[in-house]
Protein backbone atom coordinates (compact mmCIF):
# COMPACT_ATOMS: atom_id res chain seq x y z
CA UNK A 1 0.00 0.00 0.00
CA UNK A 2 1.35 3.38 -1.42
CA UNK A 3 1.59 6.17 1.77
CA UNK A 4 2.05 9.98 1.42
CA UNK A 5 2.69 12.48 3.76
CA UNK A 6 -0.06 15.06 3.86
CA UNK A 7 2.51 17.74 4.39
CA UNK A 8 3.91 17.16 0.65
CA UNK A 9 2.20 18.77 -2.53
CA UNK A 10 1.19 15.16 -4.35
CA UNK A 11 3.57 14.91 -7.39
CA UNK A 12 2.36 13.62 -10.96
CA UNK A 13 4.62 10.35 -9.89
CA UNK A 14 2.52 9.22 -7.01
CA UNK A 15 -0.47 9.61 -9.61
CA UNK A 16 1.45 7.76 -11.99
CA UNK A 17 2.46 4.93 -8.98
CA UNK A 18 -1.12 5.10 -7.67
CA UNK A 19 -2.89 4.37 -11.35
CA UNK A 20 -0.51 1.77 -12.56
CA UNK A 21 0.78 4.60 -15.48
CA UNK A 22 3.53 5.46 -16.58
CA UNK A 23 4.25 9.59 -15.83
CA UNK A 24 3.67 10.58 -19.39
CA UNK A 25 0.50 9.05 -19.28
CA UNK A 26 -0.74 10.77 -16.45
CA UNK A 27 0.71 14.40 -18.30
CA UNK A 28 -1.23 13.20 -21.39
CA UNK A 29 -4.40 12.70 -19.25
CA UNK A 30 -4.39 15.66 -17.27
CA UNK A 31 -3.13 18.00 -19.97
CA UNK A 32 -5.82 17.22 -22.35
CA UNK A 33 -2.94 16.40 -25.28
CA UNK A 34 -4.73 14.67 -28.16
CA UNK A 35 -2.88 11.26 -27.50
CA UNK A 36 -5.27 7.94 -27.61
CA UNK A 37 -5.44 6.75 -23.69
CA UNK A 38 -7.87 3.80 -23.26
CA UNK A 39 -11.01 4.97 -21.40
CA UNK A 40 -9.91 2.49 -18.24
CA UNK A 41 -6.66 3.78 -18.05
CA UNK A 42 -7.94 7.28 -18.34
CA UNK A 43 -10.59 6.69 -15.39
CA UNK A 44 -8.00 5.29 -13.54
CA UNK A 45 -5.52 8.46 -13.57
CA UNK A 46 -8.99 10.68 -12.81
CA UNK A 47 -9.58 8.51 -10.00
CA UNK A 48 -6.13 8.61 -8.89
CA UNK A 49 -5.77 12.54 -8.68
CA UNK A 50 -8.43 12.79 -7.16
CA UNK A 51 -7.67 10.41 -4.04
CA UNK A 52 -4.29 12.22 -3.86
CA UNK A 53 -5.58 16.09 -4.09
CA UNK A 54 -3.69 16.35 -7.37
CA UNK A 55 -3.56 19.45 -9.24
CA UNK A 56 -1.16 20.05 -12.37
CA UNK A 57 1.53 22.13 -12.40
CA UNK A 58 0.98 24.69 -14.57
CA UNK A 59 -3.40 24.53 -13.62
CA UNK A 60 -2.67 25.48 -10.38
CA UNK A 61 -0.23 28.33 -11.31
CA UNK A 62 -2.52 29.64 -13.53
CA UNK A 63 -5.33 29.17 -10.80
CA UNK A 64 -3.15 30.82 -8.25
CA UNK A 65 -1.62 33.71 -10.35
CA UNK A 66 -3.65 34.50 -13.65
CA UNK A 67 -6.82 35.86 -11.91
CA UNK A 68 -8.29 37.44 -15.24
CA UNK A 69 -11.87 38.37 -13.79
CA UNK A 70 -13.48 36.63 -16.30
CA UNK A 71 -16.16 33.68 -16.59
CA UNK A 72 -16.70 31.77 -19.39
CA UNK A 73 -20.33 30.75 -20.67
CA UNK A 74 -20.21 27.51 -22.54
CA UNK A 75 -23.06 26.32 -25.25
CA UNK A 76 -23.92 24.34 -27.70
CA UNK A 77 -24.60 27.08 -30.24
CA UNK A 78 -24.56 30.74 -30.25
CA UNK A 79 -28.28 31.68 -29.78
CA UNK A 80 -31.84 31.01 -30.98
CA UNK A 81 -32.30 28.84 -27.46
CA UNK A 82 -34.61 30.90 -25.37
CA UNK A 83 -33.51 28.72 -22.18
CA UNK A 84 -29.38 29.61 -23.01
CA UNK A 85 -30.24 33.05 -22.98
CA UNK A 86 -32.22 33.12 -19.87
CA UNK A 87 -29.01 31.35 -18.60
CA UNK A 88 -26.77 33.83 -20.47
CA UNK A 89 -28.73 37.01 -18.91
CA UNK A 90 -28.50 35.70 -15.44
CA UNK A 91 -24.92 34.86 -15.82
CA UNK A 92 -24.35 38.38 -17.26
CA UNK A 93 -26.01 39.97 -14.18
CA UNK A 94 -24.40 38.43 -11.48
CA UNK A 95 -21.55 39.06 -13.31
CA UNK A 96 -21.80 42.16 -13.64
CA UNK A 97 -22.66 42.89 -9.43
CA UNK A 98 -19.35 41.19 -8.69
CA UNK A 99 -17.03 42.91 -11.40
CA UNK A 100 -16.82 39.74 -13.82
CA UNK A 101 -16.89 39.99 -17.46
CA UNK A 102 -18.46 36.84 -19.61
CA UNK A 103 -16.91 35.23 -22.23
CA UNK A 104 -19.06 32.88 -24.83
CA UNK A 105 -17.57 29.57 -26.79
CA UNK A 106 -20.07 27.54 -28.69
CA UNK A 107 -19.44 23.63 -28.91
CA UNK A 108 -21.16 22.43 -31.90
CA UNK A 109 -18.36 20.13 -32.94
CA UNK A 110 -15.57 17.53 -31.75
CA UNK A 111 -13.34 19.91 -32.93
CA UNK A 112 -14.85 22.97 -30.99
CA UNK A 113 -15.24 21.14 -27.71
CA UNK A 114 -10.90 20.45 -27.59
CA UNK A 115 -10.82 24.11 -28.65
CA UNK A 116 -13.05 24.74 -25.70
CA UNK A 117 -11.09 22.35 -23.06
CA UNK A 118 -7.72 24.01 -24.39
CA UNK A 119 -9.19 27.54 -23.60
CA UNK A 120 -9.79 27.30 -20.30
CA UNK A 121 -7.13 24.68 -19.23
CA UNK A 122 -4.94 27.69 -20.73
CA UNK A 123 -6.41 30.38 -18.29
CA UNK A 124 -8.76 32.21 -20.48
CA UNK A 125 -11.72 32.27 -17.85
CA UNK A 126 -11.16 32.07 -13.92
CA UNK A 127 -14.49 29.31 -13.58
CA UNK A 128 -16.88 27.78 -16.12
CA UNK A 129 -20.91 27.20 -16.51
CA UNK A 130 -21.21 24.43 -19.06
CA UNK A 131 -24.16 23.56 -20.56
CA UNK A 132 -23.78 21.51 -23.54
CA UNK A 133 -26.44 18.97 -25.26
CA UNK A 134 -24.99 15.85 -27.50
CA UNK A 135 -21.91 14.01 -26.83
CA UNK A 136 -19.64 17.12 -28.52
CA UNK A 137 -18.23 17.70 -25.06
CA UNK A 138 -17.42 14.15 -24.03
CA UNK A 139 -17.30 12.85 -20.25
CA UNK A 140 -13.76 12.17 -20.27
CA UNK A 141 -12.99 15.76 -21.53
CA UNK A 142 -15.13 17.31 -18.68
CA UNK A 143 -13.76 15.31 -16.04
CA UNK A 144 -10.09 15.98 -17.35
CA UNK A 145 -10.96 19.58 -16.72
CA UNK A 146 -12.72 18.98 -13.81
CA UNK A 147 -9.24 17.41 -12.19
CA UNK A 148 -7.39 20.77 -12.68
CA UNK A 149 -9.44 22.60 -10.70
CA UNK A 150 -11.26 25.18 -12.26
CA UNK A 151 -13.85 26.30 -10.57
CA UNK A 152 -16.91 24.42 -13.06
CA UNK A 153 -20.92 23.85 -13.06
CA UNK A 154 -22.36 21.54 -15.56
CA UNK A 155 -25.73 21.27 -16.12
CA UNK A 156 -26.03 17.53 -17.11
CA UNK A 157 -27.89 13.99 -16.72
CA UNK A 158 -24.45 12.33 -17.15
CA UNK A 159 -23.62 10.31 -14.55
CA UNK A 160 -19.97 9.67 -12.93
CA UNK A 161 -19.10 13.90 -13.18
CA UNK A 162 -16.89 14.79 -10.09
CA UNK A 163 -14.97 17.81 -9.28
CA UNK A 164 -17.46 20.24 -10.06
CA UNK A 165 -21.33 21.30 -9.52
CA UNK A 166 -24.01 19.40 -11.60
CA UNK A 167 -27.36 20.47 -12.27
CA UNK A 168 -29.89 18.49 -13.25
CA UNK A 169 -33.12 17.94 -14.86
CA UNK A 170 -36.08 15.07 -14.65
CA UNK A 171 -37.07 15.44 -18.00
CA UNK A 172 -37.63 11.78 -18.47
CA UNK A 173 -39.67 11.77 -15.50
CA UNK A 174 -41.48 15.32 -16.43
CA UNK A 175 -41.35 13.60 -20.93
CA UNK A 176 -43.25 10.32 -19.97
CA UNK A 177 -45.73 12.49 -17.85
CA UNK A 178 -46.56 14.22 -20.68
CA UNK A 179 -46.98 11.07 -22.73
CA UNK A 180 -49.26 9.27 -19.90
CA UNK A 181 -51.37 12.52 -20.24
CA UNK A 182 -51.83 11.61 -24.15
CA UNK A 183 -52.41 8.34 -23.36
CA UNK A 184 -55.10 8.46 -20.93
CA UNK A 185 -57.26 10.99 -23.62
CA UNK A 186 -57.40 8.59 -26.41
CA UNK A 187 -54.56 9.09 -27.95
CA UNK A 188 -52.73 5.89 -29.39
CA UNK A 189 -50.07 7.22 -32.77
CA UNK A 190 -48.04 9.20 -30.81
CA UNK A 191 -45.08 10.34 -33.02
CA UNK A 192 -41.98 11.61 -30.88
CA UNK A 193 -39.94 14.53 -33.02
CA UNK A 194 -36.37 14.43 -31.53
CA UNK A 195 -33.21 16.30 -31.33
CA UNK A 196 -30.25 14.45 -33.28
CA UNK A 197 -28.22 14.47 -30.25
CA UNK A 198 -31.57 12.07 -29.05
CA UNK A 199 -31.58 9.77 -31.73
CA UNK A 200 -28.19 8.56 -32.38
CA UNK A 201 -27.26 7.55 -28.71
CA UNK A 202 -26.34 4.09 -27.66
CA UNK A 203 -29.39 4.16 -25.11
CA UNK A 204 -32.04 6.23 -24.87
CA UNK A 205 -31.71 9.32 -22.50
CA UNK A 206 -33.72 12.25 -21.17
CA UNK A 207 -36.93 13.33 -23.37
CA UNK A 208 -36.68 10.04 -25.98
CA UNK A 209 -36.53 7.26 -23.42
CA UNK A 210 -39.12 9.48 -21.19
CA UNK A 211 -41.50 9.06 -24.23
CA UNK A 212 -40.45 5.08 -24.90
CA UNK A 213 -41.21 4.30 -20.95
CA UNK A 214 -44.78 5.73 -21.24
CA UNK A 215 -45.20 3.86 -23.91
CA UNK A 216 -44.04 0.38 -22.61
CA UNK A 217 -45.90 1.16 -19.72
CA UNK A 218 -49.23 1.30 -21.54
CA UNK A 219 -48.20 -2.05 -23.60
CA UNK A 220 -50.33 -1.81 -26.92
CA UNK A 221 -48.93 1.45 -28.41
CA UNK A 222 -45.52 1.05 -31.04
CA UNK A 223 -43.20 4.11 -30.79
CA UNK A 224 -42.94 6.53 -33.88
CA UNK A 225 -39.36 8.35 -33.75
CA UNK A 226 -38.37 10.53 -36.06
CA UNK A 227 -35.99 14.11 -36.11
CA UNK A 228 -36.82 17.34 -37.07
CA UNK A 229 -36.66 19.08 -33.57
CA UNK A 230 -33.55 20.86 -34.05
CA UNK A 231 -34.76 23.79 -35.86
CA UNK A 232 -38.12 25.48 -37.08
CA UNK A 233 -37.72 25.00 -40.56
CA UNK A 234 -37.10 20.96 -40.73
CA UNK A 235 -39.53 20.59 -37.60
CA UNK A 236 -42.64 21.90 -39.73
CA UNK A 237 -41.26 19.66 -42.51
CA UNK A 238 -41.42 17.26 -40.52
CA UNK A 239 -44.57 17.58 -39.09
CA UNK A 240 -46.23 18.55 -42.56
CA UNK A 241 -45.07 14.74 -43.64
CA UNK A 242 -46.14 12.96 -40.69
CA UNK A 243 -49.55 14.60 -40.65
CA UNK A 244 -50.19 14.21 -44.30
CA UNK A 245 -49.52 10.08 -44.61
CA UNK A 246 -52.73 8.06 -44.56
CA UNK A 247 -51.86 7.04 -41.26
CA UNK A 248 -51.00 10.45 -39.20
CA UNK A 249 -50.60 10.16 -35.79
CA UNK A 250 -53.35 11.69 -33.57
CA UNK A 251 -50.14 12.86 -31.38
CA UNK A 252 -47.26 14.91 -31.47
CA UNK A 253 -44.46 14.87 -28.64
CA UNK A 254 -42.32 17.54 -29.73
CA UNK A 255 -38.23 17.57 -28.16
CA UNK A 256 -38.29 21.42 -28.24
CA UNK A 257 -41.47 23.81 -27.69
CA UNK A 258 -40.04 25.80 -31.02
CA UNK A 259 -40.63 22.07 -32.75
CA UNK A 260 -43.91 21.87 -31.53
CA UNK A 261 -44.92 25.40 -32.00
CA UNK A 262 -43.94 24.64 -35.98
CA UNK A 263 -45.93 21.31 -35.73
CA UNK A 264 -48.86 23.37 -34.46
CA UNK A 265 -48.02 25.71 -37.98
CA UNK A 266 -48.47 22.74 -40.17
CA UNK A 267 -51.38 21.21 -38.54
CA UNK A 268 -53.38 24.32 -39.05
CA UNK A 269 -52.38 24.37 -42.74
CA UNK A 270 -53.07 21.02 -43.92
CA UNK A 271 -56.56 21.91 -42.63
CA UNK A 272 -56.29 19.87 -39.06
CA UNK A 273 -57.44 21.18 -35.72
CA UNK A 274 -55.42 21.10 -32.71
CA UNK A 275 -56.33 19.45 -30.34
CA UNK A 276 -59.06 17.69 -32.12
CA UNK A 277 -57.55 15.93 -34.91
CA UNK A 278 -54.06 16.16 -33.21
CA UNK A 279 -52.35 17.16 -29.96
CA UNK A 280 -49.36 18.74 -29.38
CA UNK A 281 -46.81 19.01 -26.92
CA UNK A 282 -43.63 19.98 -26.34
CA UNK A 283 -40.54 20.90 -24.18
CA UNK A 284 -38.71 24.32 -22.54
CA UNK A 285 -42.10 25.90 -21.53
CA UNK A 286 -40.44 28.89 -23.43
CA UNK A 287 -43.03 31.96 -23.29
CA UNK A 288 -44.11 31.78 -26.37
CA UNK A 289 -46.03 28.80 -26.36
CA UNK A 290 -48.31 31.41 -24.24
CA UNK A 291 -49.00 33.15 -27.54
CA UNK A 292 -49.88 30.29 -29.82
CA UNK A 293 -53.53 29.11 -31.03
CA UNK A 294 -54.27 26.65 -28.75
CA UNK A 295 -51.66 27.52 -25.71
CA UNK A 296 -48.75 25.06 -26.23
CA UNK A 297 -48.55 22.34 -23.66
CA UNK A 298 -45.19 21.71 -22.42
CA UNK A 299 -42.74 20.02 -19.81
CA UNK A 300 -40.09 21.74 -18.19
CA UNK A 301 -39.69 24.12 -15.62
CA UNK A 302 -43.04 26.88 -14.13
CA UNK A 303 -40.51 29.42 -14.55
CA UNK A 304 -37.00 30.04 -16.07
CA UNK A 305 -34.61 31.21 -13.43
CA UNK A 306 -31.30 30.71 -13.27
CA UNK A 307 -29.90 32.99 -10.35
CA UNK A 308 -29.49 29.96 -8.11
CA UNK A 309 -27.20 27.88 -11.31
CA UNK A 310 -24.96 31.16 -11.24
CA UNK A 311 -24.73 31.08 -7.87
CA UNK A 312 -22.89 28.00 -7.43
CA UNK A 313 -20.03 29.11 -9.49
CA UNK A 314 -19.38 32.56 -7.73
CA UNK A 315 -19.84 30.40 -4.69
CA UNK A 316 -16.73 28.12 -5.65
CA UNK A 317 -14.70 31.50 -7.39
CA UNK A 318 -15.02 33.07 -4.07
CA UNK A 319 -14.40 30.92 -1.91
CA UNK A 320 -10.94 29.99 0.27
CA UNK A 321 -10.94 26.48 -0.01
CA UNK A 322 -12.62 24.64 -3.00
CA UNK A 323 -16.07 23.70 -1.42
CA UNK A 324 -17.25 20.21 -1.69
CA UNK A 325 -19.22 18.86 -5.23
CA UNK A 326 -22.78 20.05 -4.85
CA UNK A 327 -25.77 18.83 -7.42
CA UNK A 328 -28.96 20.55 -7.73
CA UNK A 329 -32.03 19.32 -8.88
CA UNK A 330 -34.36 21.37 -10.81
CA UNK A 331 -37.84 20.98 -11.00
CA UNK A 332 -39.65 20.26 -13.99
CA UNK A 333 -43.12 19.36 -14.37
CA UNK A 334 -45.96 18.87 -17.34
CA UNK A 335 -47.73 21.70 -18.15
CA UNK A 336 -51.52 21.17 -19.90
CA UNK A 337 -52.78 23.38 -22.09
CA UNK A 338 -55.05 24.06 -25.21
CA UNK A 339 -53.27 22.04 -27.67
CA UNK A 340 -53.36 18.54 -25.98
Not at 77 to 87: K, Q, S
Not at 283 to 309: A, C, F, K, M
Amino acid sequence: MLGYSTNMRPTARQVAELANVSVATVSYVLSGRDRPVAAETRQRVLDAARQLGYTPDQAARSLRRRRTQRVCLVLSTFGGVPTDERLATDLHEMADARGYSVVTLAVYSEARAKAAIEMLRGGIADGALINVVGDHLAHDLLAGLAATGLPMVVLSNESGLEGCDVVRTPETEASAEAVEHLLATGRRRIAFMGQRHELYRDRPAGRLLGYLTALDRHGDTAPVVTGGADDRVAAYQTATELLGSPDRPDAIFAAADRAAISAIAAARDLGLSVPGDVAIVGVGNIDEGLITNPQLSTVGPLRHDYTDVVRLLFDRLQADEPPPAREIVRSWTFVRRGSS
